[in-house]
């Protein structure tokens, strides 16, 4: 294995069985070292930075957040299926891509940059692309399939049971499944409990998250949402309330799939931490996005129509749920 490394280098590192790495610096000057190890089928990314006030938590690989993260370090173990990387055949390669992205707040001193990742490998003998599957994964602007449900407590698969206690967390989930689509921030923008799988005018509604993205929830209980693991997930623990107590309950949210870098008062997701206040799920830096939940959000940017016209908004319903008495 050769490896050349450096700041404001280009890196080149060659691995075993024909896997080839070659990651570019980005044309600004980034004070820190990257290194990558492309493995069979996954790939692994240290980010080692020297800036004191970078936020090594605001790195993303595709829409994958940190695996694990330091001060100094971000650290990133992923499958090549996954994080939006797009697959090249050419010749006799088979050359995997993405792009190590750094997104920066508004007031931040530093800026914004995009580093791109790429692995490429020997095409094996005995692979060929199926003729429905462009062998090019290309961002595009196209439908988008969402997904929400009711989690087991590690969020590793469906919930076991649909009966919650009284003041237990009913973990959920939302995704949008984006493969051959521009990397996306996922976000819940309204939530409320009902009794039935349809809304109507007189049905009795309990608010969980309103006003473009606040978790009203939190204020008075232990609910919040989660770290993300991708961009394209949010996670919600939800503390059970005192709703329709015993009866099948569903919950009714609009998902909303929007740019990670266009995020304001109406595009958030927030909740309230005791002691600290409203703060934004995605950037604390830019908590101050979270400061209209307590009156009116109202975005200060014109609303974008195609957005709509591309399926960039879903409603969707959760259910049905019981909420049981301890003592019953």
Known sequence: MHCV?????????????????????????VYADMKVDCGPDFV????????????????????????????????FYVDLTDCNFRRLVTGDALVYSNDLTYVASADSYNLAFTHPVVCAYDRPKDWYATIYDPVFKTYSL????FNIGLMNDDFSGPAESTRFPLGSIIPIMASVVQE?????????????????????PESTMYPIISNKGCLLESVSSRSKFEPRQKSSEIRLSLQTFTFAMGEEVFIHCKLLAWDPNGLDSTKKACHFVEGHGWELLDNL???NLCDCCESKCKSRRQRSVASEKHGMVHKAVIGPFTITDLNS
């Open 285 to 287: 830096a830019q908590s």
């Open 142 to 145: 196209g439908d988008l399939q």
């Open 44 to 75: 692994t990314l240290m980010w080692t930075e020297s800036r004191p006030q970078a936020d090594t938590s605001l790195l993303r690989l595709g829409n994958c957040f940190p695996t694990s993260f330091s001060a100094g370090e971000a650290y």
């Open 180 to 200: 051959t689509h521009q990397p996306l921030l996922l976000l819940l923008e309204e939530c409320v409990a009902a009794t039935t799988p349809e809304l109507y």
């Open 5 to 29: 490394s450096g700041k404001h280098s280009v890196m080149m590192v060659s691995f075993g069985q024909g896997a080839l790495l070659l990651s570019l610096a980005a044309a600004m000057a």
